[in-house]
């Protein structure tokens, strides 16, 4: 088992910025993808950004130009430096992390952003 501990989330004005991070452990082998997910109350969640071992990203259009996703391998630690937030990218943030065919999820970092 992989477990996931998130942090970094919170409440900001519109505007304002927000890093979030996700730091892995237990039993790691090889960790492929890593990403952030979202979810907003009433709605289903959705990508947020990935980024695979070798460094390939990949953004929700929403967040393109706004949103950095970076990890550090070595340290097993995903980020998302969240920057010009909305009051839309309200939601719970959740990391994802794939390790060959299995998938975990971290418990979630509440981001608040008011208007």
């Known amino acids: 088992q992989v477990q996931l501990v998130e942090s970094g989330g919170g409440l900001v004005q519109a505007g304002g910025s927000l890093r979030l991070s996700c730091t892995a452990s237990?039993?790691?082998?090889?960790?492929?993808?890593m990403g952030w997910y979202r979810q907003a109350p009433g709605k289903q969640r959705e990508l947020v950004a990935t980024i695979t071992r070798a460094g390939y990203t990949n953004y929700a259009d929403s967040v393109k130009g706004r949103f950095t996703i970076s990890r550090d391998n070595a340290k097993y630690t995903v980020y998302l430096q969240m920057n010009s937030l909305k009051p839309e990218d309200t939601g719970a943030y959740y990391c994802?992390?794939?390790?060959?065919?299995?998938?975990?999820w971290g418990q979630g970092t509440q981001v608040t952003v008011s208007s």
């Open positions: 994802k992390v794939v390790q060959w065919t299995d998938t975990f």
């Open positions: 237990g039993s790691i082998l090889s960790i492929n993808s």
